[in-house]
T-cell receptor
Framework: SQELEQSPQSLIVQEGKNLTINCTSSKTLYGLYWYKQKYGEGLIFLMMLQKGGEEKSHEKITAKLDEKKQQSSLHITASQPSHAGIYLCGADPGANNLFFGTGTRLTVIP | GAVVSQHPSRVICKSGTSVKIECRSLDFQATTMFWYRQFPKQSLMLMATSNEGSKATYEQGVEKDKFLINHASLTLSTLTVTSAHPEDSSFYIC??????????FGQGTRLTVV
């Protein structure tokens, strides 16, 4: 089955600091999704990347997909307490299904 | 965007009983739906792929006789946890997905087996 490794698993940052979360696959990805979640709640769609080298931004969050389409990074600028939660990368390995990475738990200290 | 409705949001059942969770795509036809399970402080684990009109495809390690999936129509998939035990207590979430478009998630079901 498809495996996605996320790093770090847990991250604690001071409010206002920048941070980066990485998502790595050993296989080429046909679609890479970033979601935010609070445990026990639904997922909030952040961004989808499909093309190698693609970069998208939404408010203070930027996501990139590398040229080989095997690694993606999510960057948050000037973090706020509202950014706290679990960040999940999901990927379609080309089999019309969606697997998730191990998740990154973000805590932002005011 | 599209909406996926999952019901119930919370359920408490006695050990040995069965629980059915419904997942409906409200404004589009979903030929494929996915069921995930999530433990506290962990990511979503894909349990099975539900295909309309055919048998579900289960991931390795997931008991298909334990977690019965039915996808009888293009808008409804159900997950039945049979003979539930306390270790089945978890957060279950469904998703409707069309390849290379956004995946739409239900709000999840928190199952507690006592």
């Amino acid at each position: 089955s498809q495996e996605l490794e996320q790093s770090p698993q847990s991250l604690i940052v001071q409010e206002g600091k920048n941070l980066t979360i990485n998502c790595t696959s050993s296989k080429t990805l046909y679609g890479l999704y970033w979601y935010k979640q609070k445990y026990g709640e639904g997922l909030i769609f952040l961004m989808m990347l499909q093309k190698g080298g693609e970069e998208k931004s939404h408010e203070k969050i930027t996501a990139k997909l590398d040229e080989k389409k095997q690694q993606s990074s999510l960057h948050i600028t000037a973090s706020q307490p509202s950014h706290a939660g679990i960040y999940l990368c999901g990927a379609d390995p080309g089999a019309n299904n969606l697997f998730f990475g191990t998740g990154t738990r973000l805590t932002v200290i005011p | 965007g599209a909406v996926v409705s999952q019901h119930p949001s919370r359920v408490i059942c006695k050990s040995g009983t069965s629980v059915k969770i419904e997942c409906r795509s409200l404004d589009f036809q979903a030929t494929t739906m996915f069921w995930y399970r999530q433990f506290p402080k962990q990511s979503l684990m894909l349990m099975a792929t539900s295909n309309e009109g055919s048998k579900a495809t289960y991931e390795q390690g997931v008991e298909k006789d334990k977690f019965l999936i039915n996808h009888a129509s293009l808008t409804l998939s159900t997950l039945t946890v049979t003979s539930a035990h306390p270790e089945d207590s978890s957060f279950y979430i469904c998703s409707a997905y069309r390849a290379l478009t956004e995946a739409f998630f239900g709000q999840g079901t928190r199952l507690t087996v006592v």
